[in-house]
Nanobody, 123 residues
Framework: QLVESGGGLVQAGGSLRLSCTIS???????VGWWRQVPGKEREGVSC??????YYADSVKGRFTVSRDNAKQTLFLQMNNLKPEDTGVYYC?????????????????????WGQGTQVTVSS
């Protein structure tokens, strides 16, 4: 079960760190973060598998994905946030590889999804 936390309201330029419990999902799984805004499809933000990390172009240099295996937690450190980063952020996991980031993702492409956490960035 994936459970996200850490969302909230922040001003542009601020930071947030999202967390997701990933109990049972080893490093062989693709685990990562997707975001969705009303009226648009869910898009990949960042994903990691076997030590390799992948990012959407829009967040490169600002967001960092990491995992703490001892705490069985996945993190997304988000710095220099922009209003366009606003959305519901979902944690997901899959037996396969990380897909392309920054593009729409169908729910069936990943085996497991969390319930989401809202991130709102004000200008």
């Amino acid at each position: 079960q994936l459970v996200e936390s850490g969302g909230g309201l922040v001003q542009a330029g601020g930071s947030l760190r999202l967390s997701c419990t990933i109990s049972g999902f080893t490093d062989d799984y693709a685990v990562g973060w997707w975001r969705q805004v009303p009226g648009k499809e869910r898009e990949g933000v960042s994903c990691m598998r076997r030590g390799k990390t992948y990012y959407a172009d829009s967040v490169k240099g600002r967001f960092t994905v990491s995992r703490d295996n001892a705490k069985q937690t996945l993190f997304l450190q988000m710095n220099n946030l922009k209003p366009e980063d606003t959305g519901v952020y979902y944690c997901a996991a899959d037996h396969g590889h990380c897909g392309a980031m920054g593009v729409p993702t169908k729910l069936y492409e990943y085996d497991y999804w969390g319930q989401g956490t809202q991130v709102t960035v004000s200008s």
